[in-house]
């Protein structure tokens, strides 16, 4: 994520999705009736979303696993449901966070930008200013000391491409224009790089647990200006044909 409150697009979001391949999914949509103003990937099984954009605000909201103790089985709430919160109603305020798995969630406003995380003991809020700012499991800038698996992982990620996002010139995602254009030095990032997923830096990922296949499903990218959202999307990471504008202002 960059912030920039001098730019016309003062929120950039980049977000990866990692997940089992056979967790069944569909693509942005208007996918929640009660919610007919966000915009979204759904998840099928739980029905929420990792990453979710109403652009009348505009707002956005993403989710990533956290580390540490899980919720009891017996009243869990779906972490699918905090983006549609946040995205919705511009707050997150009185979560029973006990009910949640561990979190890290990314809550976007032109105003305002704050990670808010839960560890599954505590929780706390952090606003993120002017700058580039990676969250990964392992928290902002893997600073979580929460002890989880894929530690080494994600830091040689964080190594790797934080300082090529910083070195590449930050995009002015102009609305409609193609997505390599709006996007321009961004976009190889996003795509990996070149590293192979099996890589311990690589972003986008793959790995076989028996006849099971986890790994990166979807990548977005999204930006935020005074009136309007630039919102790019691929279901099949890495190949450089298949992004799709969701929105484009």
Sequence with gaps: MSVDPASEYPVLLAGVRDEFHDRPWIPPGRHWPERPDLIGGQDLL???TWLAVDPTVPRAACVLNGRGPLAPESGRLSRGELPLLFAGTGAVDGLDFARYDPFHLICA???AV????WNGERHE???LGAGLHVVVNSGL?????TDGPGTEEMQARLDFFRPRLLAAPRPEPAPK???EQAWGPWLPLVEGDGLDPADDRALLVRREFGERT???TSVTLVGLRAGGVRYDFSGQPGDAGAWVGVVED
């Design 46 to 48: 739980a029905s929420g």
């Design 109 to 111: 406003t032109l105003e």
């Design 114 to 117: 704050f990670l808010l995380s």
């Design 125 to 127: 809020r952090r606003e």
């Design 141 to 145: 800038e893997g600073s979580d000391p």
């Design 177 to 179: 224009v193609p997505t």
């Design 214 to 216: 986890w790994g990166t």
